[in-house]
């Protein structure tokens, strides 16, 4: 009797080696007998064969493997494999996201020197002041944000526009506008200074030296004085024409000045006249003042 088909007596009925759910026996090729099995034992349905994995078994089908298994000693879920680590730098426990920046820069990287930090200084000493401070305010803004060096450069140029700030209002109270205070008439009424090109014709000075005059002092005609203005011009325009020949045509215009006044003086006197330097007259003065001072 072949042991893979075994039937009851005669009857030919199938017993538990039918195929489940109603399939067909193999039947022998080409009319040989159905394959035995080596071992000679029955193989039931359900049942593994040799090297085949059963049913709670790793790699039997429908069932994950080594999910919460043991195998040989070793549980594998839930723990990293030897060597493996995660990548990037951790910030508070967790890796930032790739494009994503860091509070700052890496630690080694050199920090950069802000721009606009270094020219609020420059300009601050130059005296561009408006600018200065702009940039400054925009220095202290943007280094915090950007990680950026500089803050000391901001903060001294803004100090530097500040001194600019104070000297010019000083400059300001102390010589205003450069015109002195005068009456209703015109004249003179307290001794200040004042630029040579405010002096009018009539007013008195305390003094007059020779050389560059960048200031001088007004006082009242009633004051003893050093000199008084009797005439002012302006030299014709043109290209400098160079130290000699202005100082020569401002003697000669006071001078001619004088005498079609018909003037007397009433003590021994000389004249003397203030001109334009050539700084002064490359930016367009061209004024004379010519005084009348005692001798």
């Avoid at 493996?84 to 020197?113: E, H, I, L, R, S």
């Avoid at 305010?137 to 803004?158: E, W």
């Amino acid at each position: 009797m072949d042991p893979t088909h075994p039937t009851d007596g005669d009857s030919g009925t199938p017993s538990s080696g039918q195929p489940p759910y109603g399939g067909t026996p193999q039947q022998p090729p080409y009319g040989g007998s159905p394959q035995q099995n080596p071992y000679g034992a029955p193989q039931q349905p359900g049942q593994p064969g040799p090297g085949q994995a059963g049913p709670g078994q790793p790699g039997y089908p429908g069932q994950p493997p080594y999910q919460g298994q043991q195998y040989q000693g070793q549980q594998y879920q839930g723990q990293p494999y030897p060597g493996q680590q995660y990548p990037g730098p951790q910030y508070g426990g967790q890796a930032p996201y790739p494009g994503m920046p860091g509070p700052g820069p890496y630690p080694g990287q050199p920090q950069k020197t802000s721009v606009p930090a270094i020219l609020s200084l420059i300009f601050g000493v130059l005296g561009g002041i408006l600018i200065s401070i702009i940039l400054g305010i925009v220095a202290l803004t943007q280094i915090p944000k950007k990680g950026q060096k500089g803050k000391g450069l901001a903060i001294a140029g803004l100090a530097v526009s500040g001194l600019w700030l104070v000297g010019i209002v000083v400059a300001i109270a102390v010589f205003g506008d450069g015109e002195p205070d005068r009456d209703a008439s015109g004249q003179v009424t307290t001794t200040q200074n004042t630029r040579p090109d405010k002096l009018r014709v009539g007013d008195c000075v305390s003094e007059i030296n020779e050389g560059e005059v960048a200031n001088i002092k007004v006082v009242p005609c009633d004051q003893p004085n050093g000199g008084k203005v009797f005439a002012v011009f302006d030299l014709p325009a043109g290209d400098w024409p160079g130290l000699t020949a202005v100082q020569t045509s401002a003697e000669k215009g006071c001078t001619d000045r004088w005498k079609a006044s018909k003037q007397q003086a009433s003590a021994d006197s000389s004249i003397f006249y203030l001109h334009p330097t050539e700084d002064g007259w490359s930016l367009g003065d061209r004024g004379t003042t010519c005084l009348l001072t005692p001798k």
